[in-house]
């Protein structure tokens, strides 16, 4: 548990810090080694809020989108490996 809430501290300040492709690796690799990883969506409407559009093409939704595919990409990946 300590674990998990290290590396969403982590993934955190990354959303201020970093560019989005190394959040989207994070990201996924959080959604990889825990099951149920539902904070990825916390993270990725926290994304929309701080740096989305409402003229985007998914109405300011790109994040929590994203966030979505990234957790059942890695839900799938985490199965076929195993």
């Known amino acids: 548990m300590k674990k998990r809430i ?5 993934l955190f300040f990354a959303i201020f810090y970093l560019p989005w ?3 989207a690796i994070l990201a996924f690799i959080g959604a990889f080694l825990w099951p149920m ?3 990825i969506i916390a993270f990725g409407v926290l994304i ?3 740096y989305g559009a409402n003229s ?4 300011g939704l790109a ?3 994203t966030a979505v ?3 059942f990409a890695a839900s799938y990946a985490r199965k076929a490996v195993r």
Do not use: N, R
């Not at 290290?6 to 982590?10: K, T």
């Not at 985007?56 to 109405?59: H, K, L, R």
């Open 69 to 71: 595919a990234i957790l």
């Open 63 to 65: 994040g929590v989108l």
């Open 56 to 59: 985007s093409t998914f109405g």
């Open 48 to 50: 929309d809020v701080l």
């Open 21 to 23: 492709w190394v959040i």
């Open 37 to 39: 990883y539902y904070e």
């Open 6 to 10: 290290i590396f969403d501290l982590i």
